[in-house]
């Protein structure tokens, strides 16, 4: 049984690969192609695309000085960018932005929640840092009924409460919503969540 965030492993174990279409865009802006100058672009420049390929080459070529210039770019309102920056965040701060990811999922301007969730997952949170934020989030976004059909970080959220915070009689608030409608849950994401905790998770 897979667990809920393979896919985390899987998205991160790539990014160091150089990504040819964002070489290709500012070799055609003629910007070179380094980690200086895409901090500049993230800082200075409103077009989408470049935003996206900025956060996407410095998985290659970034460093945790390259942070403060990707936080600006996740305010940005295209989804894709939003998302890609959140991403590289995660990667560059290898678990140290957690709070920052957890602080995006409570705000109303950024819509990319799936994303920040995936990059909170990317390595164990031990300090609990995104806890908090991940639990507020969950609680008001884990709707009853026919709610629980759509939800934005696709289970996510809920795989992060079972595996940090349990024992709080919030996250418990939060599964016995999921379990009591659980006809309305996303069977992959049921089975697998109940795979990893069949204590927590009622089949």
């Given at each position: 049984m897979q667990k809920l965030d393979c896919?985390?492993?899987e998205w991160f174990w790539q990014m160091r690969a150089r990504n040819e279409a964002a070489e290709d865009h500012f070799k055609s802006c003629k910007i070179p192609y380094d980690?200086?100058?895409?901090?500049?672009?993230?800082q200075s420049s409103q077009d989408k695309f470049d935003l996206l390929w900025a956060a996407v080459a410095l998985r290659e070529l970034g460093t945790p000085r390259a942070i403060p210039a990707l936080k600006g770019a996740v305010k940005f309102k295209s989804l894709d960018v939003q998302g890609n920056a959140a991403l590289t965040i995660a990667f560059l701060a290898n678990g140290g932005e957690n709070g920052f990811l957890a602080s995006l999922l409570v705000s109303k301007e950024y819509r990319a929640k799936f994303y920040a969730m995936t990059g909170i997952l990317y390595k164990e949170d031990a300090a609990h840092s995104a806890l908090p934020l991940v639990l507020e989030y969950s609680a008001g976004a884990t709707k009853g009924g026919k709610a629980?059909?759509?939800t934005p970080c696709e289970g996510l959220d809920w795989l992060y409460l079972a595996r940090y915070g349990s024992q709080l009689p919030q996250a418990q608030e939060v599964f016995d919503k999921i379990n009591k409608n659980r006809k309305?849950?996303?069977?992959?994401i049921f089975t697998r969540l109940a795979g990893e905790f069949p204590q927590i998770?009622?089949?």
């Open positions: 896919h985390v492993s980690e200086s100058n895409l901090i500049e672009v993230l629980l059909a759509k309305y849950v996303d069977e992959n998770f009622t089949i």
